[in-house]
């Protein structure tokens, strides 16, 4: 056979009027066989896209290479009958000629189940040319049979290579460690983020596979529906596919669903709306008999609806499927784009239109690839050619980060390696460093990994170090302890800086710095590491090292929590001195945390993804580190020192706040419950007494069914929390139930306190700066009139005299308009009104909170702002991260006021649009704004201390999420 395959195989490409093999079948083909003329035996990895040919590419090399024993790996029984086949007969290549026809075909085994000896398995492996099997299969042979058939074979093939991470895959590529191997894949990417460990060597794009109209135009329809989604979803994809076939196209729909039961429970849906289209089901639970059944109703077109799960899945070729109907999206970008693929592929065997796709929008939050791809009224044909190439440049960066490692060692993985973001930084006294000289450093014996991980370009060295020890335990000589550190080294030749990381987290490395750039090397010390911690707002020490200079028996403490303040002090003292420092705040409106050393050490409590993150960070250190436009006195002054509970703080509780993670948990995980009345955490409100300035904090747990009041009293340094009534609420969690006094005295809330201060964590929070005062400019008169003042909620039925009603309108009236106005108001509310709208300048939250007067008539009243102050503080947990638990928590608000009032809470805009802005808010810059609607509060006559208590409203908003404050009043 080998010999009849000396030159017969053409390399012409292939026109309309010339037969040959397409473009990416005529590239990959180039790639690898260059790539097997280097003699390298790393993985070769081909990416094309569904449709382009892969299989035939494996033909092709299979007659080009001469080679001597294939084995294919495929992912499932159905694919592994449709390979062999195809290399039995060797597809299409002889029929068009690109193969001579006095190629002998190949012979061809099938591994259908376990060997369990040697002999069986050496005998059958040598009768064939071409094996392929499954991982399953192989897997089931004995180690040692296993190994025999893996040993005759010269080559493997692995086909849908996504899945070769896993260790079923990687089990029989290990057999070939010094073989030629090459994986192919449409998706060489995995979501739980391993890296399939083969060099890309050829990757055709999409973009060029449907410009050569491999694959046709796909038509995206996002389906969503308040009402019943599942029934728009069929009835728009069977009204589609009813269009197809009466337009003479050969179409198939196929409804996606997550799983078996799903599907039966959709089967009488497309049975009522469809019986003339005969809808089946396939799944693996179903006999194969009846699977067959079903596959052949479909290709000969008594059936045109097919409800599954994965079936039809990796390298099922039915041309006819062109509908899809998507009722629950995959959260996996690899599945999503082999879906996809199925339906764009072309076929001149038939009659076939364009692809279209349904997908159901049940969920505002996706996964972060797949927002685009399901984004609202999205050109499907142009995202998902960006997704794709994303996908695949992000691996390709990591590929070439990889590839950029002229040396690596064995014992140890690339990828394997997960340093903290930690590091010493050094300046160099030139641009040039020695790297190698880490071996003898270290000493040769010690080096665990031999040669040392080396990226002369990315200027990254790598290497384990071996360390051996008398264990602590005992006086023993004939055991060792044994321990293994990464030594993890960046140089930045440009700006001459050196970034030392070890796993220990322990050390300066002056000697190892000396050892790579020589004599003269400086590491940054004392206050200057603090630079790191620049323009991070309300900045919150959490713990803090001090070094007493005069005391010998106490020269190094540790403070934390409330402790840190006594460590300032005693900084101050003239001979204390902080030695280090940790802290977090606010950046940009996130959140970060960072901490750094006076002998240099700068770290994070971040753990970085790999290699280029770390280094990618180690770049945003160095830039603080450099500029000398930092005062450390500012950052050092900038601190906010937590000060413990002695008693109550006088002043009026403004807020109350339930901890964050309660809006990142699922909803139901959470509820409370009180006279057999249950309500979701995330639907309670904390009302504050705002009446007391002294004594226990009172607020009430309030819902539409009940109201209960607590209290929280400081007792040795911390707040306790009881039920002020008879009867208490309980806590609602999946398998457990308790007191919500209980709950609260484990977790504790959060209290805003006028004059900017907060109580968290039994520990009270104050600015130390001045703020600045509130500037009657910014109190915005508007005319009231028709509108009573003391009615606050428009409600469903749209009250035209209310506070609410007549807020929405200004919103309507500015000359920009808004994309979005939803009213939000109820229990557990966002915010009495969210605007939202896209310009020039990113993307803009206008958050509305409004308050009736507590009077007929305009006063003078601090009463009317300390509640609606403290709502609009709270509100600043909704900036937090990318905006994923506003997005969701607006929309599940949205829906259940829509299904509860039967009235759309949209003003402006609809629930297609906020999903539109929600995809499209991970690439804009962020802002949010915040309004106080009090038409009680006169801008002429307000009191200093009206103004005041806006002015610390006003200050904790710019330091936190940097929001500005617009105040709606009367004149």
């Known amino acids: 056979m080998l010999e009849s395959y000396r030159d017969a195989i053409t390399f012409n490409e292939g026109t309309k009027e010339s037969p040959g093999l397409r473009s990416p079948q005529l590239g990959a083909m180039h790639a690898v066989l260059g790539y097997w003329t280097t003699k390298r035996t790393i993985p070769a990895t081909v990416v094309m ?43 299409v290549l002889q029929k068009l000629g690109i193969v001579s026809s006095s190629a ?93 460990q083969g060099r890309i060597i050829y990757s055709f794009p999409l973009r060029e ?57 959709l089967k009488p849906l497309y049975d009522k709306l469809a019986a003339d289209l005969q809808p089946v089901i396939i799944n693996s639970q179903m006999p194969a008999k009846q699977q067959r059944d079903a596959v052949k109703a479909l290709r000969e077109g008594r059936s045109r609806i097919v409800i599954c799960v994965n079936m039809l899945g990796e390298g099922f070729d039915l041309p006819s499927l062109k509908v899809a109907a998507v009722h629950d999206p995959q959260k996996s970008l690899g599945v999503t784009l082999q879906f996809i693929g199925r339906f764009a592929r072309t076929s001149s065997n038939g009659r076939y239109g364009d692809a279209s796709v349904f997908v159901a929008r049940s969920e505002i939050d996706v996964d972060r690839r797949l927002r685009t791809l399901y984004a609202e009224d999205s050109d499907w044909n142009l995202i998902l ?36 973001l930690s590091t010493v930084v050094y300046r160099a006294p030139t641009e040039r460093w020695e790297p190698e000289n880490l071996v003898d450093f270290f000493g040769e014996d ?109 020269r190094f403490s540790m403070h934390v929590g409330s402790d840190v303040t006594a460590s300032f002090t005693q900084a101050e003292a003239g001979t204390k001195s902080q030695t280090n420092i940790s802290g977090g705040g606010y950046r940009d409106g996130e959140r970060v945390n960072i901490s750094a050393s006076l002998r240099g050490r700068i770290w994070s409590p971040a753990t970085a993804r790999d290699l280029k993150h770390w280094r990618d960070w180690c770049d945003s250190v160095g830039e603080k580190l ?102 208490e609420i309980k806590i609602v969690r999946p398998r457990s139930e308790h007191n919500l006094s209980d709950w609260l005295n484990q977790i504790g809330l959060t209290f805003i306190l006028d004059d900017d201060r907060i109580i968290e964590g ?18 915005t008169p508007l005319d009231w009139t028709g509108t009573t003042i003391t009615v606050e909620s428009q409600t469903k039925d749209r009250l035209t005299h209310s506070i609410q009603y007549r807020a929405i309108a200004e919103l309507k009236a500015e000359s920009e308009p808004w994309d979005i106005i939803l009213d939000d108001d109820g229990s557990g509310e966002i915010a009495d009104i969210v605007a939202i709208r896209i310009n020039s300048e990113g993307l803009l939250i206008r958050l509305v909170h409004c308050k009736y007067s507590h009077g007929e008539n305009v006063g003078t009243r601090v009463d009317d702002l300390y509640e609606v102050c403290g709502q609009t503080q709270k509100s600043i947990m909704w900036r937090r991260s990318d905006l994923g638990p506003f997005f969701r928590t607006l929309d599940d608000r949205a829906r259940k006021k829509q299904r509860r009032d039967g009235v759309s809470p949209f003003e402006v805009g609809d629930i297609k649009a906020l999903y539109r802005i929600q995809e499209q808010s991970t690439v804009l810059r962020r802002r949010m704004e915040m309004v106080i609607v009090q038409p009680g509060l006169s801008a002429a006559r307000a009191t200093a201390q009206q103004l005041n208590l806006l002015a610390s409203t006003q200050a904790y908003l710019r330091t936190t999420i940097n929001a500005p404050l617009a105040v709606w009043c009367s004149r």
Request: charged share 25%; net charge negative; proline share 4%.
């Open 762 to 779: 039994d520990l009270l929070y104050k600015p130390t700066w001045d703020k600045e005062p509130f500037d009657r400019a910014n109190l």
């Open 104 to 196: 002998v075909r190949p012979l061809v085994g099938r591994v259908q189940q376990g060997f369990t000896t040697v002999e069986a398995a050496e005998s059958f492996a040598q009768a064939c040319n071409v094996i392929v099997a499954t991982p399953q299969a192989m897997n089931a042979c004995q180690p040692e049979a296993l190994a025999a058939l893996a040993g005759v074979c010269s080559h493997l093939f692995v086909d849908e290579a996504h899945h070769v991470a896993a260790r079923t895959w990687s089990a029989i590529r290990d057999f070939f460690v010094d073989k030629n191997v090459v994986q192919f894949t449409a998706t060489p990417f995995r979501e739980d983020g391993k890296h399939l």
């Open 49 to 91: 896209p569904t449709g382009t040919g892969k299989t035939e590419t494996m033909l092709a090399l299979l007659v080009a290479a001469r080679i001597n024993r294939l084995l294919v790996l495929v992912p499932s029984d159905a694919l592994r009958e449709q390979i062999a086949t195809k290399f039995e007969t060797l597809g």
């Open 626 to 727: 450099l500029d000398d436009t930092i005062s450390i006195d500012k950052v050092i002054g900038q601190f906010i020192l937590p000060e413990r509970l002695s008693g109550r703080p006088t002043g009026v509780v403004l807020a109350v706040e339930w901890p964050w993670q309660i809006h990142t948990m699922q909803a139901d995980n959470l509820r409370l419950s009180f006279q057999d009345l249950t309500y979701e955490a995330v639907y309670t409100d904390l009302v504050p007494d705002t009446a007391a300035t002294e004594g226990p904090f009172r607020f009430d747990v309030r819902t539409k069914g009940w109201s209960v009041t607590y209290e929280a009293t400081v007792e040795k340094g911390r707040l306790v929390y009881r039920c002020i009534g008879d009867k």
């Open 446 to 554: 010690r080096m665990f990994t031999q040669p040392i991980g080396l990226n002369t370009a990315a200027g990254i060295a790598w290497c384990v170090v071996e360390s051996r020890d008398n264990v602590r335990w005992g006086d023993l000589k004939t055991i060792e302890e044994i321990s293994y550190e990464l030594y993890l080294l960046y140089f930045d030749r440009d700006k001459r800086l050196l970034y030392i990381n070890n796993s220990a987290n322990d050390g300066v490395f002056e000697d190892l710095a000396m050892a790579v750039l020589g004599a003269g090397a400086t590491r940054f010390t004392g206050s200057t590491v603090y630079r790191v911690m620049a323009d991070i707002d309300r900045l919150v020490p959490t713990n803090v090292g001090v070094l007493d200079a005069h005391d010998q028996f106490r």
């Open 385 to 420: 050619r960006n997704l794709t190439e994303t996908a695949v440049q992000g691996q390709q960066d990591a590929s070439d980060f990889e590839e950029g490692f002229t040396s690596l060692p064995e014992d140890v993985t690339l990828r394997s390696l997960l340093p903290k």
């Open 209 to 265: 596979a449907q410009a050569q109209e491999v694959f046709s135009q796909i038509d995206y329809t996002a389906v969503i529906d308040f009402e019943d989604l599942d029934l728009a979803v069929a009835e728009q994809s069977i009204a589609k596919l009813r269009a197809d076939l009466a337009a003479g196209f050969d179409h198939v729909l196929m409804a996606r669903v997550s799983g078996i039961p799903r599907a039966k429970d």
